[in-house]
């Protein structure tokens, strides 16, 4: 893409995509790098962006790949199509008036930093997708550590 006369600013764009969307949450850090690459690349200029373009490439292709950002994303979408616009629950809502604080809004809402390791199980979806999980840790060590604290939070 360089020797083809590629702008830099679109072959960083790209990098943006790759490290969220094939690095994803198996290496955060990915999605940092190739956004302060895109940054630093529009402060140097060419030619020495070449070398910025080649350490991200470097980087992100030798990361540890997941796509479970993205699976998550495509099925978050995939229920708000099938099920259309749910309420929040009652307890999420905000009360900014007399009467929406009448009716309940927020009443039973347990702040969660009031709590232990900052955490309260509490429903935050619709009764309707009850249980319903959007995002499955995939095998790597970053996303091992998140699907072990998510089932020490909330449980199996």
């Known amino acids: 893409m360089v020797e083809g006369g ?3 600013k679109f072959i960083a764009r790209r990098l943006i995509i790759s490290a969220s969307e094939d690095v994803g ?18 402060m140097v200029g060419w030619p020495e962006a070449r070398i910025i373009l080649s350490e991200v490439t470097i980087y992100l292709a030798t990361s540890p790949k997941s796509n479970s950002a993205y699976m998550a994303i495509n099925q978050a979408q995939e229920v708000v199509r099938n099920t259309g616009n749910l309420p929040v629950p009652l307890h999420l809502r905000n009360a900014p008036t007399k009467l929406m604080k009448k009716m309940d809004y927020g009443k ?14 509490q429903d935050y979806l619709p009764d309707e997708l009850k249980n319903t999980n959007l995002f499955t840790p995939q095998n790597n060590p970053q996303e091992s550590k998140i699907g072990e604290r998510m089932n020490k939070l909330w449980g199996k």
């Open 6 to 8: 590629e702008d830099p």
């Open 25 to 42: 949450l198996a290496n955060p850090n990915a999605l940092l790098l190739a956004t302060n690459a895109f940054e630093a690349i529009k």
């Open 108 to 121: 039973q809402y347990k702040y969660p930093h009031s709590y232990e390791n900052n955490f309260i199980a």
